[in-house]
């Protein structure tokens, strides 16, 4: 399977760069950063650390697009939209990591999936999308007495909050108890708040340092407190997760998937 890496200057594009190389069924076939980026011209392989492999960082994604047969995606909001267009002309596998997309975003994303598979996570590690089942479960067997509260921390240089992670399990501690996360998410708390609603589910967000991702579900009863919690220790994990997205995608017909799918979860 022939993979363009788009924002393949940044550090999960030069990751990803390092697991389509290494990975048996799946050749680079493109890399692609913003139009100005330093990057451009150089060698995809020294760019990720690897040896050369004669293929060099562009900024036109239409010429890397019509070579490949799917593209893995961790950029921005805006930028991911324009990709998903491009998919979709092309009929492409397109997997998505960005997080911080707005609805209207995910609008735009479903209208491209009738014409490319998109497959498309908050996260796409194993252990998070394991997690995220184990908090569906939990929350579906546990009544409203006990309260729901999300912990997450990353790196001070995260821009969007609470974290893609953080709403991913947030919508499946709301799936399990058949509510709206949109109707029970309280995302910031500042002064005089009153007591904790009940049947809410809250969300803590810190940043710092170098933390590539932390993540704990508490579930909080009378007198007992159940802890789901997944740390992430390398940002492989992503990239790896993200590849086999994209394999499992291609041969699926064209269509919005997520980890799940992926996964058989």
């Given at each position: 399977?022939?993979?363009?890496?788009?924002?393949?200057?940044?550090?999960m594009?030069?990751?990803?760069?390092?697991?389509?190389?290494?990975?048996?069924?799946?050749?680079?076939a493109?890399?692609?950063?913003?139009?100005?980026?330093?990057?451009?011209?150089?060698?995809?392989?020294?760019?990720?650390?690897?040896?050369?492999?004669?293929?060099?960082?562009?900024?036109?994604?239409?010429?890397?697009?019509?070579?490949?047969?799917g593209?893995?995606?961790?950029?921005?909001?805006?930028?991911?939209?324009?990709?998903?267009?491009?998919?979709?002309?092309?009929?492409?596998?397109?997997?998505?990591?960005?997080?911080?997309?707005?609805?209207?975003?995910?609008?735009?994303?479903d209208a491209?999936?009738r014409?490319?598979?998109?497959?498309?996570?908050?996260?796409?590690?194993?252990?998070?999308?394991?997690?995220?089942?184990?908090?569906?479960?939990?929350?579906?067997?546990l009544?409203?007495?006990?309260?729901?509260?999300?912990?997450?921390?990353?790196?001070?240089?995260?821009?969007?909050?609470?974290?893609?992670?953080?709403?991913?399990?947030?919508?499946?501690?709301?799936?399990?108890?058949?509510?709206?996360?949109?109707?029970?998410?309280?995302?910031v708390?500042?002064?005089?708040?009153?007591?904790?609603?009940?049947?809410?589910?809250?969300?803590?967000?810190?940043?710092?340092?170098?933390?590539?991702?932390?993540?704990?579900?508490?579930?909080?009863?009378?007198?007992e407190?159940?802890?789901?919690?997944?740390?992430?220790?390398?940002?492989?994990?992503?990239?790896?997760?993200?590849?086999?997205?994209?394999?499992?995608?291609?041969?699926?017909?064209?269509?919005?998937?997520?980890?799940?799918?992926v996964?058989?979860?």
């Amino acid at each position: 399977m022939r993979l363009v890496v788009v924002g393949a200057s940044g550090r999960m594009g030069r990751m990803l760069i390092q697991t389509v190389v290494g990975t048996e069924g799946c050749t680079l076939a493109g890399a692609v950063a913003r139009e100005g980026s330093a990057a451009i011209g150089e060698d995809a392989g020294v760019l990720a650390g690897l040896p050369p492999l004669g293929l060099a960082v562009t900024d036109d994604p239409l010429r890397a697009f019509a070579e490949a047969d799917g593209v893995l995606d961790f950029t921005a909001p805006a930028t991911t939209v324009f990709y998903a267009e491009l998919a979709a002309q092309a009929r492409l596998v397109h997997v998505v990591g960005t997080t911080g997309l707005s609805a209207d975003d995910l609008k735009k994303l479903d209208a491209a999936s009738r014409h490319a598979r998109i497959v498309r996570s908050g996260n796409m590690s194993l252990g998070v999308n394991l997690l995220a089942g184990l908090v569906r479960k939990v929350a579906a067997t546990l009544g409203e007495e006990f309260d729901i509260e999300i912990l997450e921390m990353h790196h001070r240089h995260k821009v969007d909050a609470p974290s893609g992670t953080a709403l991913l399990l947030g919508k499946a501690a709301a799936e399990g108890r058949a509510v709206a996360l949109a109707e029970r998410k309280v995302a910031v708390r500042d002064g005089h708040t009153g007591a904790r609603v009940p049947g809410t589910i809250g969300f803590a967000t810190l940043r710092g340092g170098s933390v590539v991702g932390e993540h704990s579900v508490i579930f909080a009863g009378a007198g007992e407190r159940i802890e789901l919690t997944h740390r992430a220790e390398d940002r492989g994990i992503f990239a790896r997760g993200a590849v086999r997205a994209a394999l499992w995608a291609f041969p699926q017909k064209p269509g919005l998937y997520d980890m799940d799918d992926v996964l058989g979860l």
